[in-house]
């Protein structure tokens, strides 16, 4: 991750000084907020790779300091607005801004930081980026209604699931990278080559994240172990568990899943036997798959610096532990 974000570290210093500049508010609590959710240890991997696609489609100029701040606004935007539907308590190994601040001002400041994003696109004035954004940010919206329309669903298939990741998570990695191929005016194969790997990324990204909720620790992932499925989110390790258990492990299941506590005991049941028919390698697997297939679609790019950090990166996704 660091030797990846090495080539790009004075911009990433520049974006996190967009970020302040940005927050600037007569309102005391949206900078309180914002700067605090801003702050909290994000790894920045969507502006980095909105910088380093930048780069590899040659790009020289400086506009993609403030897109880049812009992506990581949205993404910001959407975890506030995660948090309250799904009654966090941590996020990124601190309390969450809703229980911080309360489900009222967390809302409030996401929808600042959506408005605030625009508002920078308009001034930027590149319609082919707002174009690509605004579609973003409306497909993220259909993905949280979908997951919450699927919630303690044992029917989920594997296929809807991963409709529901590519929108919800997916589609904003995707967006950075190509945006950063409209900055470096990229032919439009390229264009399209650093939006798949994007895109194959974010899947790969959130089926890592779906198997540490079932094994991190709270230390390491920064999240509730076992929040998903508090919530009743049914993700790929419980959804392979379930094709393959028996019948009465899968009523055993539905009840855990569907009541309106889930004890230690349940959650280490429901691990129990997530493991024996091997979920989480399952998952893992399938997301070493897309970062697999994301890595090829830079074949379409020649060697250098650029290239070889978004390589890296891709690594970074299956290596990661939190």
């Keep these: 991750m660091e030797s990846a974000l090495s080539l790009i570290e004075t911009e ?29 240890g994000g790894k920045r991997i969507r502006p980095a790779l909105l910088l380093l696609s930048a780069k590899l489609c040659g790009y020289e100029g400086h506009r993609h300091i403030a897109i880049a701040s812009v992506i990581e606004f949205i993404h910001t935007a959407t975890l506030l607005h995660d948090d309250v539907v799904d009654n966090a308590s941590l996020r990124r190994g601190l309390v969450s801004a809703n229980r911080r601040w309360g489900n009222e001002a967390s809302v409030l400041v996401g929808d600042y930081l959506f408005s605030k ?20 940010t409306t ?9 919450l329309a699927s919630m303690s669903d044992l029917d989920l298939t594997e296929e809807r699931y991963l409709e529901v990741v590519k929108s919800k998570t997916a589609v904003l ?14 032919p439009r194969d390229r264009e399209r080559a650093l939006h798949d790997f994007g895109m ?3 899947i790969a990204f959130q089926l890592v994240d779906d198997t540490l909720d079932y094994v991190s620790s709270e230390e390491q992932f920064g999240k509730t172990i076992g929040h998903d499925l508090r919530e009743g989110k049914i993700t790929l390790p419980l959804i392979h568990a379930l094709r393959r258990c028996t019948p009465a492990e899968k009523r055993e299941l539905s009840e855990i899943i569907r009541s309106e506590t889930l004890e230690e005991r349940d959650f280490l049941k429901v691990v129990s036997l997530v493991k024996a028919y091997d979920g989480i ?23 250098s610096p650029g290239k070889e950090a978004l390589l890296s990166l891709a690594d970074y996704v299956i290596l990661r532990n939190h």
């Design 117 to 136: 994003s625009f508002s920078i696109m308009v001034e930027d004035g590149d319609l082919d980026i707002l174009r690509i954004i605004s579609g973003a």
């Design 281 to 303: 390698e399952f998952t893992m697997e399938t997301a070493r798959g897309y970062v697999g297939r994301g890595k090829s679609r830079l074949s379409a790019f020649p060697d």
């Design 12 to 40: 990433l210093r520049a974006v996190e000084r967009q970020f302040r500049k940005d927050l600037e508010s007569d309102v005391h609590l949206i900078r309180k907020v914002g700067e605090y959710v801003l702050s909290s």
């Design 200 to 202: 194959d990324l974010g």
């Design 173 to 186: 990695l995707a967006t950075a990278c190509q945006a950063g191929a409209i900055l470096g005016k990229a």
């Design 139 to 147: 497909r993220i919206a259909e993905g949280e209604v979908v997951q």
